[in-house]
């Protein structure tokens, strides 16, 4: 297999390891399949991929600036994350089922929610960007040698987190 290739599939596999613990997100993904359906399910995963797929690609092209701002700020990130979670809590906890007799699964405005609540959600975690940092060192890739071999990884980053929310919403 060529380098190219090996690197593409070591992204699909960061993606794919990043993606698959199940936690806040996971949860949000598995409601949204039990009450909206698998399209809006595999929408909210996708929120979460495109803020992996930021992370990845921060780390993937060295971006020290907008890193080293994650880092500096990770606290404040983390607080809101933490906020945000308990809102989105509260809002599990008090909604129950009640909407999900009425609600339309289809609707625009909901299936955009749900990927602007992921996408959110993940990007208020900081530790994400310093995950992708430790996982690119530790396969011998700091920085981007050349635009190539970096956007491979994004892109086999990005289709790895993808292919778990699939999975997700068609197990849910």
């Known amino acids: 297999m060529s380098e190219l290739m090996t690197l593409f599939v070591k992204g699909l596999g960061i993606g794919l390891a990043m993606a698959a613990p199940v936690g806040p997100v996971g949860a949000l ?5 039990i009450n909206a359906g698998k399209t809006a399910a595999i929408l909210s995963g996708m929120g979460a991929a495109t803020a992996d797929t930021f992370y990845g690609a921060v780390a993937a092209f060295g971006l020290t600036v907008v890193s080293g701002f994650l880092v500096q700020y990770q606290q404040p ?31 625009g405005p909901s299936l955009l929610s749900g990927y602007i609540t992921t996408f959110l959600l993940t990007m208020t975690n900081p530790a994400t960007i310093l995950s992708f940092i430790a996982i690119f060192a530790g396969i011998g890739f700091v920085g981007a040698s050349d635009l190539t071999s970096a956007m491979l990884l994004v892109s086999g980053v990005f289709l790895g987190s993808t292919l778990w929310w699939i999975i997700l919403a068609f197990l849910s």
Do not use: E, M
């Open 29 to 33: 993904c598995i409601r949204k399949a």
């Open 77 to 107: 990130a983390t607080a809101v994350g933490g906020i945000f979670l308990l809102w989105l809590a509260w809002k599990f906890v008090t909604s129950a089922n009640r909407n999900a007799a009425t609600a339309d699964p289809s609707t």
